[in-house]
């Protein structure tokens, strides 16, 4: 005869694991906001005729890329987030089909923006040629893993095709990641050098992979 454990009531069970589920997606959710608000925040400067300075010159000068890099990343991290939501993954397949074709577009959006924009943009003062190279390996890798996740679902290799995508996504989160590590020396009013902020910011896009590869390696 089944026992109810710990005086829980086994109705209770399945609803405790419906919330538990979302609190993955609900993480992502909310490091992705930094970006979506910085994001937010450009768009407001471009259109609202913001003063034009050293950091921001670059877009004004060439606006189109930066608002299809911001408006993709908004998608791409948002509507990316729902799908590490099991129930939606596996129960609702049709959903995960359909918000597949919206992510896939706006991932690769995403990447080969913001590849054009750090070929093509001068570089601001607080940037430097590490860092430059960096984000052209992030966002190869980015492409790369989107483009062998479609290849993946494709040849139906569905656990290749999860992995390759939370690899694409974990990229794209960088930049959350990074605002959370920057905040730190600059609370601390200690700016980091040029050479310092590359690392640091490369170290948070490992970091989300190292994060990605272990959830990858866990399921």
């Known amino acids: 005869m089944a026992t ?6 086994p109705a209770i069970r399945p609803a405790a694991r419906r919330r538990r589920e979302w609190l993955v997606p609900a993480g ?25 300075t050293d950091r921001n010159a670059r877009f004004f000068d ?9 408006v993709a990343v908004v998608v791409y991290s948002l509507l990316g987030a729902f799908q590490f939501a099991p129930s939606l993954r596996r129960g609702r397949r049709q959903w995960h089909r359909i ?3 919206i992510l896939i577009p706006a991932g690769l959006l995403s990447a080969l923006s913001g590849l ?3 070929l093509f943009y001068a570089l601001p003062p607080s940037d430097g040629l590490l860092l430059l190279v960096l984000r052209l390996i992030f966002g190869i890798a980015m492409t790369a893993s989107i483009v062998l996740g479609i290849r ?3 040849r139906r290799d569905f656990a290749g095709h999860g992995a390759w995508m939370t690899r694409a996504y974990a990229i794209a989160l960088g930049a959350g990641t990074q605002a959370l590590i920057l905040i730190v020396p600059e ?29 990858i390696r866990k399921r």
């Open 62 to 70: 060439s606006p189109v890329p930066v608002v299809i890099h911001i």
């Open 187 to 215: 609370v601390l009013s200690s700016p980091p050098d040029v050479t310092t902020r590359a690392v640091l910011m490369g170290g948070a896009w490992a970091i989300n992979l190292a994060v990605a590869e272990y959830f």
């Open 4 to 9: 109810v454990s710990e005086g829980v009531h």
């Open 116 to 118: 054009w924009m750090a």
């Open 28 to 52: 992502l959710i909310l490091l992705s906001l930094i970006p979506v608000l910085a994001g937010a925040v450009r768009l407001g400067e471009l259109t609202g005729g913001a003063p034009i």
């Open 99 to 101: 918000a597949g074709r």
């Open 152 to 154: 993946a679902v494709i």
